[in-house]
């Protein structure tokens, strides 16, 4: 079970940071990261690290503006996001996987999303 938390409406140019807390089978996962899906648009890749933070993606969309990172326990996994624009408007979903995943593939475990509302 993932459980995604920090969402809420924030206004352009702000920060903020989601958070995502994995248990039971997902606890120890690999690989854990971020999805989102905006209004009538696929859902995308965010970002994405390794259970030791040791290997992070970044969607280009995001470059220079997110930081991803796991926590010690390798059960969490946390996205900053920094110069918030409009078009970051979303449900940000936290997801994981085992080693096995690649990217372009979506991930095998997901939680229930988190709105991020970005007003202009």
């Known amino acids: 079970q993932l459980q995604a938390s920090g969402g809420g409406l924030v206004q352009a140019g702000d920060s903020l940071r989601l958070s995502c807390v994995a248990s039971g089978r997902t606890s120890s996962s690999h690989w854990m990261g971020w999805f989102r899906q905006a209004p009538n648009k696929e859902r995308e890749i965010v970002a994405a690290?390794?259970?030791?933070?040791?290997?992070?993606y970044y969607a280009d969309s995001v470059k220079g503006r997110a930081y991803v990172s796991r926590g010690n326990d390798r059960g969490t996994v946390y996205l900053r996001l920094s110069d918030l624009e409009p078009e970051d408007t979303a449900i940000y979903y936290c997801?994981?996987?085992?080693?096995?995943?690649?990217?372009?593939?979506?991930?095998?475990?997901w939680g229930q999303g988190t709105l991020v509302t970005v007003s202009s």
């Open positions: 690290a390794s259970w030791n933070g040791g290997q992070k």
């Open positions: 997801a994981a996987d085992s080693p096995a995943w690649s990217l372009g593939d979506p991930m095998t475990y």
